[in-house]
């Protein structure tokens, strides 16, 4: 990887925490009210391996990302988050690393999520979230854009859906029971799922190449 994997790692893990009470009051409104604790369980066990993860070629740390985070997180999001990552290996074996081949990897990935989760873009997921970052991340390889630029659209695009799903109704998982009584609350999994990409694009701009 081109970029150590500790240390985007590191700075979600940090990021989560500082918004952790608010994604456990959004879940708790709409959801089963554990999806934080899952992640952090996640991405906790995630530090436990960085060392490793480090020293391995983009496709065997990505199926060890997943494999870890389907075992460790339990729940819907470990599956959909396992999954995430499981397809990605797949897609990126034998592959050079380059932007090009990771937008198609991560285009993938999402692509997996939205089969395993039998959910698109506009129910109120965190693929609210995903679609549009994977689908722009496309678009901005190629054509060429700048690096820089692509990552702030790449953040803009992760907050865009985000938001996107506070008026949504809902219909996959718990939230799918309350019907338009979900509206006005936006999507835990799209939250958490923003907030990691825009950790990522954060650290990758202080160590744009």
């Not at 339990?74 to 074996?93: P, R």
């Not at 873009?121 to 901005?140: F, H, Q, S």
């Not at 979900?182 to 799922?193: K, L, N």
Request: proline share 2%.
């Amino acid at each position: 990887m081109p970029y150590p994997l500790s240390q985007l790692i590191q700075a979600i893990d940090s990021n989560i925490e500082q918004h952790a009470d608010e994604v456990a009051e959004l879940d708790r409104v709409i959801g089963d009210g554990d999806h934080v604790t899952n992640l952090q369980r996640g991405i906790a066990a995630l530090e436990d391996i960085t060392a490793e993860l480090d020293e391995l070629d983009w496709s065997p740390a990505l199926m060890k990302i997943g494999m870890t985070l389907m075992s460790t997180m339990g729940g819907a999001s470990g599956s959909l988050f396992g999954t995430l990552f499981l397809s990605m290996s797949k897609a990126a074996k034998g592959q050079m690393f380059t932007a090009t081949a990771f937008s198609d990897v991560f285009y993938q990935g999402v692509e997996a999520v939205k089969q395993r989760g039998k959910a698109d873009l506009g129910e109120k997921t965190m693929l609210d979230t995903l679609i549009p970052v994977a689908n722009r991340l496309k678009e901005d390889v190629t054509n060429g854009t700048e690096f820089e630029q692509l990552l702030t659209n790449l953040s803009e695009h992760a907050i865009t859906g985000m938001k996107s799903t506070k008026d949504m109704i809902a219909t996959k998982g718990r939230a799918s029971f309350l019907g338009e009584r979900a509206i006005g609350h936006i999507d835990a999994g799209a939250r958490t799922s923003q907030l990691m990409i825009c950790t990522i694009t954060a650290v990758l701009t202080q160590q744009k190449p």
